[in-house]
């Protein structure tokens, strides 16, 4: 398959557009939004690549001025991590205290 622009990883709305366009740290390769329609976005991180120069995984929050939160070592262990919703009956602050989470990251508009 040919590329005809090399930073053109996900469409319309690749990392160059959420770097042009909202602003958002020029220093991986953004690989999702979240449910808040672009105000945080996850990113594979290429500033500090592990021993087998993988990226790690970040959380980029833009609403709190594009803070960073590590989410996982690689892609891999992030995949890996990921669960159903499904798997949690609890309340939300269990799953902040359960789970070292952001009490931010849950909202009613989600």
């Known amino acids: 398959m040919e590329m005809r622009n ?6 319309d709305f690749s990392s160059q ?5 909202w602003g958002y740290p020029n220093s991986g390769v953004y690989v999702c939004d979240c449910p808040s329609a672009g105000h945080d ?9 592990g021993k087998d120069g993988e990226p790690e995984v970040l ?4 609403e709190n001025n594009y803070k960073k939160t590590f989410l996982a070592v690689n892609f891999e262990a992030f995949i890996r991590g990921l669960v159903s919703e499904g798997n949690y009956e609890s309340e939300e602050q269990e799953l902040v205290e359960d789970h070292d989470l952001e009490e931010e990251w849950f909202s009613d508009d989600f």
């Open 6 to 11: 090399p930073t053109l990883y996900v469409g």
């Open 17 to 21: 557009f959420w770097i042009d366009e």
């Open 41 to 49: 976005m996850i990113m594979l991180d290429y500033t500090k690549c």
């Open 59 to 62: 959380h980029i929050d833009q």
